[in-house]
C-alpha cells in the first residue's frame, strides 16, 4: 500500500531503495514513543505537482523535535526539496509525504545524542474515501496539555487516537469524538472538528486540541466565503441539534459528518457550508480556485 520494490525514500542523508532501510530494535524512540512526524499532501496542478503547505507542515515538523530535544539539521528549504525530489524519483502526480524523526539507540529517559529522519511519498487515498464517517463520542478523553505538549505532532501521543479508533469501530461505528478533561468537546481521533447551524460554523478553540494546517486553511476559506466562525468551549449536548458536521485534517482533508451517536442533522452533507467549503479546499490546494479569474 505505501511501497513497492522500487521505491525510493530518503533515509539519513541519503536516497535508497526502500529494502535498503535498515533500523535498529534499539532505538528510544521504537520503545517509548519520542519520535515526530508530518502528513503533508502534495497535489497535481496545471503548473506541475505542487506541495501544499510545506513550509508550514517543516516548520511544525521543527518544532515538534524540539519539544523532544531531537535535533533536526536540515532547514525548512532543504525538507521541502527533499520531499519534491522524491516525488519526481517516485514518478508520482499526487503524493502523501511522511516525514519521521526518532531518536538513535538509547533505553534510558534521558535525552540521547543521535537522532534518524526518514522521508516517505507514496500515494494515499483521501482517508475516508467517499464515505461520510458515522462518530461516537468516545470513552476516551484528548490527551490533556498538562501532560503533552498537545500543539507538536509526537507520535506517542496517537496511542489516544488508536485506542479512541478502536472502540469506535468495535462498537459498529467509524470514527472517534473525544472530549476534553473537562467534558468539553475536543477533536477526532485524529482530525479537527466543526459544526454548523443557522449558517454560523463552531469549532474548538486551541487549548485542548491540536491546532491542524487544514483547520486553519478551513477557517481562512470560511472567512473568504462570508461565513463567521466561532471558536469556543462546546458541551457534547450542543451537537444534538445542528445542521451538519465535518472533521478536518491532511488526510481526511474536509470530510462530511453522516452523524453523531446515532443522530444525524438538519441538513444533507451536499447542502451544507462545510460542504461548500470542502468543494473550495479542492480548488485551493490545486491551484484552480482563481482559474476564470486571472485577465
Known amino acids: 500500500m505505501y511501497f513497492n520494490e522500487n521505491s525510493i525514500v530518503f533515509y539519513n542523508g541519503q536516497y535508497v531503495n526502500i529494502k535498503d532501510v535498515k533500523l535498529s530494535p534499539y532505538s528510544q524512540s521504537f520503545h517509548y ?18 506541495i ?11 518544532y515538534s523535535c524540539e519539544t523532544l530535544n531531537l ?25 502523501y509525504i511522511r516525514p519521521l524523526v526518532f531518536a538513535g539507540d538509547n533505553l534510558s529517559l534521558t535525552p540521547g545524542n543521535t537522532h534518524n529522519i526518514f522521508i516517505g511519498a507514496f500515494s494515499w487515498a483521501v482517508y475516508y474515501g467517499d464515505k461520510q464517517p458515522r ?22 501521543q496517537y ?6 479508533t478502536r472502540e469506535a469501530k468495535q462498537k459498529g461505528f467509524d470514527e472517534a469524538l473525544l472530549l476534553d478533561q473537562n467534558g468539553f468537546v475536543a477533536q477526532c481521533a485524529a482530525s479537527n472538528f466543526f459544526f454548523e447551524k443557522d449558517n ?47 472533521s478536518t485534517g491532511t488526510a481526511a482533508e474536509v470530510a462530511g459528518i453522516e452523524s453523531i451517536d446515532g443522530k444525524s442533522f438538519r441538513k444533507k452533507w451536499q447542502d451544507t457550508i462545510g460542504y461548500e467549503i470542502s468543494v473550495k479546499y479542492r480548488k485551493r490546494v ?10
Request: glycine share 6%.
Open 200 to 246: 454560523i460554523i463552531y469549532t474548538p478553540d486551541v487549548g485542548n486540541i491540536f491546532p491542524g494546517i487544514t483547520r486553519s486553511t478551513v477557517i481562512d476559506i470560511a472567512h473568504d466565503l462570508g461565513y463567521q466562525v466561532i471558536e469556543k468551549k462546546i458541551r457534547p449536548e450542543e451537537l444534538i441539534d445542528i445542521d451538519g458536521a465535518f
Open 52 to 62: 501544499f503547505k510545506p513550509i508550514e507542515h517543516f516548520k511544525r515538523l521543527v
Open 71 to 95: 535535533s533536526l539539521n536540515y532547514t525548512v528549504e532543504e525538507l521541502t526539496d527533499i520531499s519534491y525530489e522524491l516525488i519526481r524519483r517516485n514518478h508520482l502526480k499526487n503524493a
Open 286 to 295: 490545486t491551484l484552480k480556485e482563481y482559474k476564470g479569474y486571472i485577465i
Open 33 to 50: 514513543g519520542n519520535s515526530a512526524f508530518e502528513g503533508i499532501r502534495a497535489y497535481e496542478t496545471d503548473e506541475g505537482t505542487r
Open 135 to 156: 462518530l461516537m463520542t468516545s470513552s476516551y478523553i484528548r490527551i490533556s496539555p498538562s501532560a503533552f505538549h498537545v500543539d507538536s505532532k509526537v507520535n506517542g
Open 159 to 164: 496511542v489516544n487516537a488508536i485506542l479512541a
